[in-house]
């Protein structure tokens, strides 16, 4: 027999989530394997999120409806059905007040070993947020609790590279503080949770806070230096545990070999291609104008209505890895591809002629035509044609893209035409040439 943390009676204790088991539960549904990645070992797949042997079998059923309360009503409304305002009553301040009082509670020990002269506060708030669990007292105390939605960002300069999977995808929690500030952080996907401690209040937080009742969305934010530190502290600090860029490419491309339908269909692989142009976005404000507009058409390709769904999948990957390769080519190639496009359509305009080139980079062959007279079918034909020319020249296990561009500047609609050929790194079985007019 075991004390109990929330009741302290002794009895056999559960092991429980501190992390509420639901939300692993949607990150396996969502994710490309099937499998979570801990966010402190982010090269090692796990089974479920953190537990701890921390409540007896009441306690833990008590707890256990306030979190299908928050499920139900908030968690997957949000992120399933893309609600971004909320009507609660008392039950969601004594979710997020448990959720702290575990976090608080998980950390409490270490946290007092580094900041003693922070204890009494710690304990006091313990024993407080306890009290209020268990309905002894209806005070909740003097200290506020507050609950920020994140959301896809398409564009922000500043914003570190892989913050959007930390913030959509990751779970964290953590007691934390400096010598004279104490407050609890727990991070869901999509939402994270502040309760402060030392002092009882967040200053420069607008429409997070959560009252016994009321109602609380989007649009939010926080003016908070102290926590903003923190927080891209924190993130720092994991993503020094990341896996390269290279080595995430290879591991999404071996996902989609062996759980192809899952993965394409996944959250996970949403958030990554997301985050993968933003990125992209940075790297591209660098490059040559000619370049830039090469991205932006295979960025803008439109699905081929004709294919399965499954292939439509593919397609918007493959687009996502023709993309990437283009904002990557090394200075010498972008140089010689924007030559070579200005020089073609000069060409055109002073000859009123057709006009195209081929180039030959390292891993990317590029036809750009000018085709100043045919309408859209015609053109589409002549860039099928051309892609499954250059494609039948290429070496035998070469690693290789294809891009097959037609414009025409008389046709506004239609003014870009391309399909394009995209060759998966050698050990995955099979190439995508996908019609992307």
Not at 92 to 108: E, H, I, K, N, Y
Not at 114 to 119: F, N, T
Not at 177 to 206: E, R
Request: aromatic fraction near 12%; hydrophobic fraction near 35%; charged fraction near 30%.
């Amino acid at each position: 027999m075991e004390t109990c943390a929330l009741c302290r009676d002794n009895k056999k204790l559960q092991i429980s989530h501190v992390i509420p088991s639901f939300v692993g539960k949607w990150l396996k549904e969502t994710s490309a394997t099937g499998l979570l990645r801990g966010v402190i070992e982010p090269d090692k797949r796990v089974q479920d999120v953190g537990k701890i042997r921390l409540l007896c079998e009441d306690c833990e059923q008590r707890l256990s409806g306030l979190e299908t309360y928050f499920a139900k009503e908030v968690f997957y409304p949000f992120i399933e059905r893309n609600q971004r305002t909320f009507k609660y009553d008392s039950r969601l301040l004594s979710f997020v007040t448990s959720l702290s009082w575990r976090g608080l509670v998980a950390g409490q020990s270490n946290f007092k070993k580094i900041l003693p002269q922070l204890s009494t506060c710690v304990d006091t708030a313990e024993v407080t947020w306890r009290n209020y669990l268990l309905g002894i007292s209806k005070n909740h105390g003097p200290y506020e609790h507050h609950v920020f939605f994140f959301d896809y960002v398409e564009y922000e300069k500043d914003m570190p590279p892989d913050f959007q999977w930390y913030t959509l995808r990751a779970v964290d929690t953590t007691l934390l503080g400096n010598v004279k500030n104490a407050l609890v952080y727990t991070k869901f996907p999509w939402m994270m949770f502040v309760s402060a401690i030392q002092p009882a209040q967040l200053v420069g937080w607008n429409n997070t806070r959560i009252e016994e009742i009321g109602e609380i969305g989007q649009p939010q934010s926080f003016h908070d230096d102290l926590f903003g530190t923190f927080l891209l502290d924190r993130f720092d600090s994991i993503l020094k545990r990341r896996p390269t860029q290279s080595k995430i490419d290879k591991r999404i491309l071996r996902t989609l070999e062996k759980y192809s339908d899952r993965a394409l269909k996944s959250k996970s692989l949403e958030v990554f291609l997301v985050e993968s142009r933003r990125e992209r976005s940075k790297r591209k404000e660098k490059l040559h104008p000619a370049v830039q507009s090469l991205i932006e058409i295979v960025e803008a390709a439109i699905e081929d209505p004709n294919l399965p769904d499954e292939s439509k999948l593919y397609q918007k990957f493959d687009g996502h890895l023709l993309a990437e390769s283009l904002s990557r080519v090394s200075t010498d190639e972008e140089v010689k591809i924007a030559s070579l496009m200005e020089s073609t359509l000069c060409k055109a305009r002073e000859s009123g002629e057709d006009a195209q080139f081929v180039y030959d980079g390292k891993e990317l062959t590029l036809v750009f035509m000018v085709n100043l007279y045919y309408e859209q079918d015609k053109r589409g034909e002549m860039v099928s044609r051309e892609l499954d020319n250059q494609v039948n020249r290429k070496i035998e296990d070469e690693n290789r893209h294809f891009i097959v561009v037609s414009w025409n500047p008389f046709e506004p609609r239609f003014q870009y035409i391309c399909e394009f050929y995209v060759d998966y790194y050698r050990h995955v079985k099979g190439t995508h040439a996908k019609r992307m007019p």
